[in-house]
């Protein structure tokens, strides 16, 4: 079930989604996200990926063994949380909708939590706004 809020206080170029649970189909990663089809938003086979904005998480398919292994647990905590999500809310800024793989960008908040503020804080990802990413392997 996908609901549709008016955002009051927001940015007049943000749109917020409100998902349940059941929305998420898959979790590549700490920050890609795959939900059943997002209505308004480019779909693929009946899915919307979606790359959490303000984070920059491990990649699964790394050079070295310490990035994969960061990002399995970047992975790990990602589905943990959506698992036992009550609301997921998606903070879409329109100005700029989809990155270079056409992933829908958007900050994510898990009943009221970033997303990006948890894997941070947690050591399994780090502050991302679009620029030099983060070196796992050095």
């Not at 996908?2 to 998902?19: A, D, H, Q």
């Not at 960061?70 to 959506?82: E, I, N, P, S």
């Not at 800024?93 to 997303?115: E, H, K, P």
Request: hydrophobic share 35%.
């Amino acid at each position: 079930m996908i609901l549709y809020v008016l955002c009051t206080g927001c940015n007049l170029s943000e749109t917020k989604v409100i998902l349940h649970q059941q929305a998420v189909a898959y979790v590549y990663d700490g920050d890609t996200i795959t939900f059943h089809c997002i209505g308004g938003y480019r779909c693929h086979k009946n899915k919307t990926k979606v790359r959490v904005k303000g984070v920059d998480t491990p990649e699964i398919k790394a050079n070295c063994a310490r990035e994969k292994l960061l990002a399995r647990q970047a992975k790990q905590h990602t589905v943990a949380l959506l698992r036992e999500a009550e609301v997921i809310t998606l903070l879409i800024d329109d100005t700029r909708v989809y990155d270079r793989y056409q992933r829908l960008l958007a900050y994510v908040y898990i009943d009221g939590q970033g997303l990006h503020d948890s894997l941070i804080s947690k050591g399994l990802g780090v502050d991302y706004q679009g620029h030099q990413r983060q070196r796992w392997c050095d």
